[in-house]
């Protein structure tokens, strides 16, 4: 950046802004009230924040009023910074240590040029409140150099102030929508908890049901060993030639309970075959409402594509990681992916595949799908944890159909 003016400022002018001579013969920094009054308030407020002030306030026990205002405040600090009084000199030995770093490295330069070359450096790195003070106390700095830095700041507060109105704007638009989405997802888990209760429920029931089962198949069989004791018995002490009418009366007796038992053991069969898929059912709930919500918008479009030969399409050649799902539905999705010029890449979630190589096929994808109606529990938590620490997008699809693909996939559109 050019050092310019925007007027001439005439030489004796110049002369009386300038440090005042005692302080250059000596070579010393400045104080912060022996800086040009009009500095004072660019010094106060790029260099020192509220907080600090009101840790400064408290130690000089500046009288401030508790109702008063941030630029009130302000305002008291820039006015007492001019006088050689404690505040002043408490703000001026807080300064001197919070930018130590800064004042030595200025300390080494003794010209006016170096001073600005510098000053330009760090303003392009960013870092203005550190130099702006060693600047403006340092014993070579001229008025041009003074004046410039100065005016620089000023406009900088200004570019700020702008900034931070459209981002204040932009907040509040961003909150708008925040609040919606938490709202649509508070309905989504409200939804899925009550699913959640309400196959609870039935699990509970079936598995009393499956209880009452057990325990009247202990008492058929508790029944049966004692009717075949009882028959033991009876051969053991009976005659030959005795009737055997009682003999058959226990095998019938016997033969009924076991058909019995045939049937209570069908029964609970059935019933276990029911419990197995409410747990399943639970399962899908507990990974819909672990998921609902996290899974990341895909790009609307090609952004700043570099490639020499984009296909104009939305996937832009990114690798499209689809982990579990029917072997049915992985052809057309394989097409599907292919068609928006993605690349498709398929694990079956540790069937066939090693479940370790999981690892490393997530590291090399930009998208991992992941249908949680056919992916084990283990397989879907294993697979989030790794797309978060890898930073991959992650999209938990609530079914393993092609059309839920496809309605995920056509968002990029």
């Given at each position: 950046?050019?050092?310019?003016?925007?007027?001439?400022?005439?030489?004796?002018?110049i002369?009386?802004?300038?440090?005042?001579?005692?302080?250059?013969?000596?070579?010393?920094r400045?104080?912060?009230h022996?800086?040009?009054?009009?500095?004072?308030?660019?010094?106060?407020?790029?260099?020192?924040?509220?907080?600090?002030?009101?840790k400064?306030?408290?130690?000089?026990?500046?009288?401030?009023?508790?109702?008063?205002?941030?630029?009130?405040?302000?305002g008291?600090?820039?006015?007492?910074?001019?006088?050689?009084?404690?505040?002043?000199?408490?703000?001026?030995?807080?300064?001197?240590?919070?930018?130590?770093?800064?004042?030595?490295?200025?300390?080494?330069?003794?010209?006016?040029?170096?001073?600005?070359?510098?000053?330009?450096?760090?303003?392009?790195?960013?870092?203005?409140?550190?130099?702006?003070?060693?600047?403006?106390?340092?014993?070579?700095?001229?008025?041009?150099?003074?004046?410039?830095?100065?005016?620089?700041?000023?406009?900088?507060?200004?570019?700020?102030?702008?900034?931070?109105?459209?981002?204040?704007?932009?907040?509040?638009?961003?909150?708008?929508?925040?609040?919606?989405?938490?709202?649509?997802?508070?309905?989504?888990?409200?939804?899925?908890?009550?699913?959640?209760?309400?196959?609870?429920?039935?699990?509970?029931?079936?598995?009393?049901?499956?209880?009452?089962?057990?325990?009247?198949?202990?008492?058929?069989?508790?029944?049966?060993?004692?009717?075949?004791?009882?028959?033991?018995?009876?051969?053991?002490?009976?005659?030959?030639?005795?009737?055997?009418?009682?003999?058959k009366?226990?095998?019938?007796?016997?033969?009924?309970?076991?058909?019995?038992?045939?049937?209570?053991?069908?029964?609970?069969?059935?019933?276990?075959?029911?419990?197995?898929?409410?747990?399943g059912?639970?399962?899908?709930?507990?990974?819909?409402?672990?998921?609902?919500?996290?899974?990341?918008?895909?790009?609307?479009e090609?952004?700043?594509?570099?490639?020499?030969?984009?296909?104009?399409?939305n996937?832009?050649?990114?690798?499209?990681?689809?982990?579990?799902?029917?072997?049915?539905?992985?052809?057309?999705?394989?097409e599907?992916?292919?068609?928006?010029?993605?690349?498709?890449?398929?694990?079956?979630?540790?069937?066939?595949?090693?479940?370790?190589?999981?690892?490393?096929?997530?590291?090399?994808?930009?998208?991992?799908?992941?249908?949680?109606?056919?992916t084990?529990?283990?397989?879907?938590?294993?697979?989030?944890?790794?797309?978060?620490?890898?930073?991959?997008?992650?999209?938990?699809?609530?079914?393993?159909?092609?059309?839920s693909?496809?309605?995920?996939?056509?968002?990029?559109?």
């Amino acid at each position: 950046m050019k050092q310019n003016s925007f007027f001439e400022v005439p030489n004796a002018i110049i002369s009386k802004m300038n440090m005042p001579d005692e302080i250059k013969m000596k070579g010393r920094r400045l104080k912060l009230h022996e800086i040009k009054g009009h500095y004072h308030c660019s010094v106060v407020g790029t260099c020192l924040s509220l907080k600090e002030l009101e840790k400064i306030k408290r130690k000089a026990k500046v009288d401030i009023p508790p109702d008063s205002t941030e630029h009130e405040i302000h305002g008291i600090f820039v006015y007492l910074a001019g006088d050689d009084s404690i505040p002043s000199k408490l703000m001026t030995k807080y300064l001197d240590k919070k930018y130590a770093k800064d004042i030595k490295e200025f300390s080494k330069l003794k010209k006016d040029k170096d001073i600005w070359e510098k000053w330009e450096k760090e303003c392009e790195a960013g870092n203005i409140p550190g130099p702006y003070w060693a600047l403006m106390t340092h014993p070579c700095s001229s008025f041009k150099t003074l004046s410039d830095a100065f005016g620089e700041v000023h406009m900088l507060s200004h570019m700020i102030g702008r900034s931070n109105r459209a981002d204040i704007k932009r907040v509040k638009k961003l909150e708008e929508e925040n609040d919606i989405l938490i709202a649509r997802l508070k309905s989504s888990k409200n939804i899925y908890s009550r699913k959640f209760k309400d196959t609870n429920k039935k699990y509970e029931l079936e598995s009393r049901k499956i209880d009452q089962l057990f325990a009247m198949l202990d008492d058929a069989e508790n029944e049966i060993s004692s009717l075949k004791e009882k028959l033991a018995k009876y051969e053991k002490n009976s005659p030959e030639s005795s009737d055997n009418n009682l003999k058959k009366d226990f095998q019938a007796k016997i033969e009924a309970y076991r058909c019995e038992n045939l049937f209570m053991k069908d029964k609970i069969e059935g019933l276990e075959k029911d419990l197995k898929e409410v747990r399943g059912k639970n399962k899908l709930l507990e990974l819909m409402l672990t998921f609902d919500g996290e899974s990341e918008p895909l790009e609307s479009e090609c952004i700043n594509c570099s490639c020499s030969n984009c296909p104009g399409l939305n996937l832009c050649g990114k690798k499209v990681l689809y982990v579990g799902g029917r072997k049915k539905a992985v052809p057309k999705c394989r097409e599907i992916v292919e068609q928006k010029g993605g690349e498709f890449i398929h694990h079956d979630g540790g069937i066939e595949c090693s479940k370790k190589s999981i690892d490393n096929i997530v590291s090399s994808a930009d998208l991992v799908f992941c249908p949680v109606d056919c992916t084990s529990h283990d397989a879907c938590l294993r697979l989030k944890k790794i797309c978060r620490k890898t930073d991959k997008s992650f999209i938990p699809l609530r079914s393993s159909g092609v059309s839920s693909f496809i309605r995920y996939i056509q968002e990029t559109n």
